[in-house]
T-cell receptor, first 117, second 114 residues
């Protein structure tokens, strides 16, 4: 089964440190999304890419967050410097064809649980 | 501004009964709606969807109803099973194309009691 792979699964860091989260989308999926799950906001869209080009990053705090796709098999989300309010689960998702529903769907990774102390 | 709202953070239902999860949206440009299910320590997985040209879509025990005039959709699970216990996210999009972003709600935690 093809799946979206995210690393690390868990990250504990201290305030002010740089955090890098990585995502390997499903091979052949050209649209990649970063979401953040919080209790108050649910699944917030941070940024997304189509064919490695950023389409929308309006959901991201620009001063400390950055998202890139160095190549088609890797998407990164960086936070520098990290703050306690960044503690959340960060999900990557890629969009592609779902053979069961015969439609394009989002497929999510298992997420990175980030704790900033 | 929350464009997709799930006003019930949690719902508890007895096994075998019907579970009804509700979702409201504010953006009239949304024309494609989905439900995702999420178990702990896993990513959300697609459950069922509906296009705005329909008012109902059924897949086994799961049915989604869309009321465009009220900007409201609901997910019905009949009969509910303990394995359905999860967080359910409603999502909306302005189209089904690959470049359209999916806006999610805050989620509803469903607990199905044996």
């Amino acid at each position: 089964d093809a799946r979206v792979t995210q690393t690390p699964r868990h990250k504990v860091t201290e305030m002010g440190q740089e955090v890098t989260m990585r995502c390997q989308p499903i091979l052949g999926h050209n649209t990649v999304f970063w979401y953040r799950q919080t209790m108050m906001q649910g699944l917030e869209l941070l940024a997304y890419f189509r064919n490695r080009a950023p389409l929308d990053d309006s959901g991201m705090p620009k001063d400390r967050f950055s998202a890139e796709m160095p190549d088609a098999t890797l998407a990164t989300l960086k936070i520098q410097p990290s703050e306690p309010r960044d503690s959340a689960v960060y999900f990557c998702a890629s969009r592609g064809w779902d053979a069961r529903t015969r439609d394009e769907k989002l497929f999510f990774g298992s997420g990175t649980q980030l704790s900033v102390l | 501004d929350q464009q997709v709202k799930q006003n019930s953070p949690s719902l508890s239902v007895q096994e075998g009964r019907i579970s009804i999860l509700n979702c409201d949206y504010t953006n009239s440009m949304f024309d494609y709606f989905l439900w995702y299910k999420k178990y702990p320590a896993e990513g959300p997985t697609f459950l069922i969807s509906i296009s705005s040209i329909k008012d109902k879509n059924e897949d086994g025990r799961f049915t989604v109803f869309l009321n465009k005039s009220a900007k409201h959709l609901s997910l019905h699970i009949v009969p509910s099973q303990p394995g359905d216990s999860a967080v359910y996210f409603c999502a909306a999009s302005g189209g089904r194309g690959a470049t359209n972003k999916l806006i999610f709600g805050t989620g509803t935690l469903l607990a199905v009691q044996p």
